[in-house]
């Protein structure tokens, strides 16, 4: 049964993805559309991020989460090593906890 789903899924997706080299001709997009899909892209990650930094378990995560995103996104758009951004996010969620703030 698990082979049969994950046969489906690489089929569906296999699909999906011809579809779009497939149809890229056919369709006639309008020039508004065309310039919005990437910028689509974006806000659909950013939608993501922002729900995986601030809920768990479909509530607020407190405090500490949001603070450790934070301060890893300041060092990343300072272009600090990667290292250094997850390590200084980390940090600064653990301390926090530590302290007690949720």
Do not use: C, H, K, N
């Amino acid at each position: 049964m698990l082979i049969a789903v994950i046969l489906a899924l690489a089929v569906g997706t296999y699909a999906f993805r011809l579809a779009g080299v497939v149809l890229r001709d056919r369709l006639d997009l309008p020039e508004r559309l065309r310039t919005l899909l990437p910028v689509s892209a974006a806000v659909l990650l950013a939608a993501l991020a922002a729900t995986a930094a601030l809920t768990e378990a479909g509530r607020f995560a407190g405090v500490a989460r949001p603070a450790g995103v934070l301060v890893g996104a300041v060092l990343a758009w300072r272009r600090a090593p990667f290292v250094v951004v997850v390590l200084a996010a980390a940090g600064t969620a653990a301390v926090l906890r530590l302290l007690g703030v949720e």
